[in-house]
């Protein structure tokens, strides 16, 4: 159980975020009041859960925090919907999707014996809230990181996050992962899941040790991206940075993260803006269309079992499971197709006689299918990929590329997110950053607003409290 450290410092972080804001720029105190948040708050079950409210976690807190500081104290300066009614049409679906979710499904739910409750009023409020707060970060970032500036505030971010974060990495990849139990008083995980190749994948205080290889993924692109475009002498010093993450993320000992950093990396360092944002176009497309392409066969599950036995067995292993498993829940999830079969596990098969989980979802899209059915999917994966698509049709609209340039890398990282959310549940406030802030960018080409070192507008009546220009 989680000890009162664990407690306090969820209850303090809005002050910290206040701080923040205080004393940083707008875009700087955003970023970091959520990246903070997640690097080091402690994980669930650590959480304050109010009646009628979805849990307070790590994620969720920071978000309602930072939205009600940057409304009261900052202002407005942009609206919080985006510009296009297909973005607005997404964004109104994934909050209110759980409405017919739980109309839906107001009949309880039985596996022989055992039985699941009918959802009802309580349900449906603290689901519309959840994906309301779910949300935040990315209509946020599409308010105060759509610009050239805050585009380059979030990207070095992630690379301060991560060489900051490399140092408690690299103590448990020597001393195993502990330090979840030593500051909060629990392990998050399942800690055999820990162990791989004759050693230790570090957690942190992330959810998991592939949280942390793709978040040291992402710092190591992010780097090479600043690279590009710095001078001679902070090149060097940014190749330094990334090669050092990509030698801690071998040391993550996450095949994944690590084919994704190998991939992104020659991308990130070598192409012109433009055709780094068609790839990124591309994988997107191909994300959102996975469950109809497996479903119709054309995924290739077998040679992708071959190629992980020739890794080890371990791994062929693991991947047939999660193959079967999608199976299972898929055919649970057909059962209803719109709006999915909603919380307290009734997306998945139980054990008749001692109600126990017999399945596991572990990629994000079998997860939001199961619970909120292809609407929810659509609306989820859609919100994401549609900042990169729209960059993609609005490419002729951007600016010399000496201008735009880390714009590529960060489309390409949002598309191998969603590429890895198939297998894994990589969804976090840093996918929703960057996905807001994208978005942002890409309406902004469209109206012709992007211009070198050009600010996105701020709306009437938002105040200045003096923060010092970001360097």
Known sequence: MPNALAYLMLAVWPLVTLVMFRRWPIERALIWSLLGAYLFLPPPPAAFDFPLMPPLTKESLPSVATFLICRVVCGRRAPLLPEGWLARGLVLIFVFCPVATVLTNMEPVFFGSVGLPALGLKDMVAQVLLQ????????????????????????????????????????????????????YGYFQHDFGQMMRQGGFRPIVFMYHGLWVAFFAMMAMTCAIALAREADARRRVLLLVAAGYMG??????????????????????????????????????????????????????????????????????????????????????????????????????????????????????????????????????????????????????????????????????????NMIDMLPNATLTPITWLFAGAVLGLAEAARRGALAPGERTAPAAGSRSLGWRPIM
């Not at 585009?151 to 001393?175: C, D």
């Not at 951007?398 to 880390?406: F, M, N």
Request: net charge neutral.
């Open 132 to 183: 309301f707060i779910l949300l935040l970060p990315f209509l946020m970032a599409r308010q105060h990181l759509a610009s050239q500036q805050g585009l380059r505030e979030l990207v070095i971010a992630v690379v301060l996050g991560g060489l900051i974060y490399s140092l408690p990495m690299l103590l448990e990849v020597r001393l195993s992962p502990q330090l979840n139990t030593w500051v």
């Open 247 to 416: 030698v801690v993320l071998v040391l993550c000992k996450s095949l994944g993260s690590l084919i994704y950093g190998i991939y992104l990396a020659p991308l990130a360092l070598f192409l012109p803006t433009r055709t780094q944002i068609r790839i990124a176009g591309i994988m997107a497309v191909v994300a959102v269309a996975y469950p109809v392409l497996k479903g119709a066969g054309l995924i290739p599950v077998d040679w992708m079992m071959e190629q992980a036995a020739k890794v080890s067995g371990e791994r062929a292993g693991s991947l047939g499971f999660r193959f079967e498993n999608e199976d299972i829940l898929m055919e649970r999830a057909l059962e209803k197709p719109l709006f999915g079969w909603g919380s307290w596990g009734r997306n998945h098969i139980l054990d008749p006689v001692s109600g126990v989980i017999q399945t596991v979802a572990d990629g994000r899209w079998i997860i939001v299918i199961g619970s909120l059915g292809w609407v929810g999917y659509l609306a989820e994966f859609g919100l994401i990929a549609l900042p990169v698509l729209l960059l993609w049709v609005n490419g002729r609209y951007l600016p010399d590329e000496a201008y735009v340039r880390l714009i590529g890398p960060v489309a390409l990282l949002l598309a191998v």
